[in-house]
């Protein structure tokens, strides 16, 4: 049986993101090699680029983005990749700068775009950068440009999801303070909006520094919901006449970590709530009725990404599955599914593998979970293992196609995806459990995790290798440094020393380390002369948030049988086929000769 290809792989780079429905008319942002675009689908035209070519959506707050455009009946309003203004589009003309131009390239960079009910203003986060300080702000705007913005909350660290009430007389927002990440405690703020748009009698409606609060959102009622991890789990609350009470909860997330601007795990409609909840890697839809009781949506997707948007009274949504490539969804009412895209990818099904969730004991007397990929052709032998170490590290391993492990298994290896304690999808309990011990729980759960895949047959120890990328790459650092379980390992972007990367880090991750870092008598994030096999690093020139040098000082001091790879034109992740395929054939050439 021929093995899935590095061409196929680096064919199947299309992503989709930040869904948005204004009526039956769905946007989405598909990440291509060439930058992010706009779409727009309608049932009479299907689908079309909304912007002239070169004009790509994105923005760099934070460096990782998200929020970075609005659609109305009429307008478009998108953060132009290149120089970070906001640009307006009105009837299909060519885009016209509202914002100033900036000082220098990409010195003011603006996030998660909304407009004010009544008006023609916009109100959004700005971040500010001004020589070696970064401001990161709120601010209010007019939609065409005829004026610059004007500061309205500022103080705080950072902000984001500023939500107008559908009356436009209050506004809500998100905001938190360093060393915290958002995902460790946020507070949740109302206020009065002035006639010329800035604010008054702003008051604390949730959250704290032990509690996380995220996606404010308003019925058409102008009831205000939110998400809290205050029970344990990120579920869904209302607040009304100064009371909290409880919308859709359970023993399960209704909430992503907000790593990017713009999520919208749920959606209301009239008395009725859809949101997407997650149970380790698993998503699934679910909808609240009238009297309380939870109905899941028969969809045939595993994972969905954290935007739900209501199209009419259907559901648009970017739905996959271990089978299934990523695709923009369109869900009836009746259960009718339309997928929207398709991958121009030729994949032969019968060379796919399912994952199968695991749940391992760690040495420590705790508990871990993972995914296990056996080989597509599976023997009496043990195979090798390839275990994987998501990035984040706050993220986890969602049960989706994955075409990267796909290829390994192809190739006769067994891939585990670990979801080390740390990681989302578990509950707050488990996604704290990283702090002060990075660099140590991390490892010992993926040495553990293959260590029992080992004792129950499904493993070769002496021939299993560990991959990770960004955060994930300092676990793979450690793990060839304080463990003698992995034979081999291959880090991509990776974090390499804790302290010196945070004081050239964006300003977003400056100080998460902070909460995470471990002092530990080895060392903790000093490799000099201590990594005991074969490492492979990946790196690209162009990467911002992990600095190429770190890198460059490590390949000075490694085991024999170690390379660097640096690849031009690539930032924080691969995004181009040329790169996916030369770099998918160095990590299987390393493994291999290990």
Not at 65 to 91: K, P, S
Not at 399 to 406: G, M, N, S, Y
Not at 412 to 429: E, L, Q, W
């Amino acid at each position: 049986m021929s093995p899935i290809s590095a061409e196929l792989v680096a064919s199947a780079t299309i992503s989709y993101d930040a869904v948005q429905a204004v009526g039956e008319t769905i946007y989405w942002i598909e990440g291509r090699p060439s930058g992010d675009v706009l779409v727009r689908w309608t049932a009479a035209d299907g689908r079309q680029d909304v912007l002239p070519e070169g004009f790509h959506v994105a923005s760099h707050v934070h460096e990782y983005g998200g929020g970075a455009y609005l659609a109305t009946e009429r307008d478009v309003w998108f953060c132009n990749a290149v120089n970070q203004r906001i640009y307006h589009v009105r009837d299909h003309l060519h885009p016209v700068p509202v914002t100033p131009a900036p000082a220098s390239q990409g010195a003011l960079r603006y996030a998660d775009l909304r407009l004010l009910p009544g008006t023609d203003n916009l109100v959004s986060v700005r971040e500010r950068h001004e020589e070696t300080l970064v401001h990161n702000e709120l601010v209010v705007l007019p939609g065409d440009g005829s004026a610059e913005p004007t500061v309205i909350a500022s103080g705080d660290d950072f902000y984001m999801s500023p939500e107008p009430s559908p009356d436009g007389r209050q506004l809500t927002w998100v905001s938190w303070n360093a060393p915290l990440m958002p995902w460790d405690g946020a507070r949740l703020w109302l206020a009065d909006i002035r006639p010329d748009g800035t604010l008054t009698g702003t008051r604390l409606v949730a959250g704290g520094d032990d509690e996380s609060v995220c996606q404010p959102q308003w019925s058409g009622d102008g009831v205000l919901h939110f998400v809290s991890d205050r029970s344990g789990w990120w579920n869904l609350y209302v607040w009304r006449d100064g009371r909290t009470e409880p919308v859709i909860t359970g023993k399960f997330e209704v909430a992503a970590a907000p790593w990017e601007f713009g999520y919208r795990t749920y959606v209301l409609q009239d008395a009725q709530v859809t949101a997407i909840i997650q149970q380790g890697p698993s998503h699934s839809l679910v909808t609240r009725r009238l009297d309380g009781d939870l109905e899941r949506l028969a969809v045939p997707y595993t994972s969905i990404k954290p935007y739900l948007a209501m199209a009419g009274r259907n559901i648009a949504f970017i739905g996959s599955s271990p089978m299934r490539l990523p695709t923009v969804v369109l869900a009836e009412p009746d259960g009718s599914i339309h997928e929207l895209t398709s991958a121009d990818v030729n994949l032969d099904l019968t060379l796919l593998v399912r994952p199968e969730p695991f749940t391992f004991g760690t040495r420590d007397g705790g508990e871990a979970h993972g995914l296990y990929y056996p080989p597509l052709e599976e023997s009496d032998q043990s195979p090798p293992l390839l275990v994987r170490a998501h990035p984040g590290p706050t993220t986890n391993w969602p049960l989706r196609l994955d075409l990267h492990a796909q290829y390994f298994t192809s190739q006769g290896f067994a891939v585990a995806d670990i979801d080390y304690r740390g990681s989302t999808g578990y509950g707050r309990p488990y996604r704290l459990e990283l702090r002060h011990r990075w660099g140590m729980v991390d490892v010992t759960d993926c040495a553990d995790a293959a260590c029992h895949l080992v004792s129950v047959g499904r493993a070769d120890s002496g021939r299993m290798m560990i991959w990770g990328a960004s955060a994930g790459g300092y676990t793979v650092l450690r793990a060839l440094t304080v463990t003698d379980v992995f034979a081999a390992g291959i880090a991509r972007s990776a974090v390499v020393d804790l302290e010196s990367w945070s004081e050239v880090a964006p300003k977003f991750q400056s100080k998460h380390a902070q909460l995470l870092h471990a002092e530990t008598p080895d060392g903790g994030g000093e490799f000099e002369d201590r990594i005991k096999h074969p490492l492979l690093l990946v790196h690209g020139d162009e990467d911002r948030v992990t600095p190429l040098e770190q890198v460059r000082t490590l390949a000075r001091h490694w085991a024999l049988g170690s390379s660097l790879v640096i690849v031009e034109g690539m930032g924080h992740t691969l995004r181009k086929p040329s790169h996916v395929r030369r770099i998918l054939r160095a990590e299987l050439e390393h493994i291999r000769s290990t």
